[in-house]
């Protein structure tokens, strides 16, 4: 049986590694403290473009450097700072080790999930992954769940879950690809329609996924 997990804030802590990068980003500059939760505020928890983000980073801060360029920065200093909790990746091993085929599905630039994938150790404890800006396609586009079920030797039409904490890109997008979903709430409602299940954290999905193998 195959299971897509989707990478930030379900496999990872992005908003955490976000937050380190945000403190060591106005330390660096001399912004003061006040400056993180502004940088935390206007990222949105991912939500925002980062394009458009680094580009309203350097007007309020008057920074020199193009926003193309803090981006790139940006790119190479998140992977270091994403932690993957040893907890999560030993239920991966585990529904591995029950019989379970399991794949990584993300939204975003190749450099920095590839980083977050690697740097993390989720490498090791995956069949294989895709990521949208490798691929040419974003969830919730079905074709994305494709790739990344091909990635592991698998086949969307054998049937599967998918795993994630974004009600379109995750539910939406897996269950338009003919997958079964697991919602992680991260506290927040409503739910989204059609979801399977809705868990509060990734290592619950795991143990429900290892009870319905």
Known sequence: MLALFDLDNTLIDRLGAFERWAAEFAAERGLGQEAVPWLVAA????SVPMGTFFALVRERFGLAEPAEELWRAFRERLPHLVRCPAEVLEGLDRLRAAGWTVGIVTNGM???????????GLAARVDGWA?????????PDIRLFEIGAARCGRSLRDGGWMVGDDPVADVG?????????????RGRAPEPAGADHVVSDVLTAMELLNRLR
Do not use: M
């Open 43 to 46: 990222d949105a928890d991912g």
């Open 110 to 120: 190749a450099d920095n999930q590839a980083g977050k994938i690697r740097r993390s």
């Open 131 to 139: 990521i949208s800006e490798a691929e040419g396609v974003r969830k």
């Open 173 to 185: 997008g897996g269950l338009g690809a003919g997958l079964r979903t697991i919602w992680i709430d």
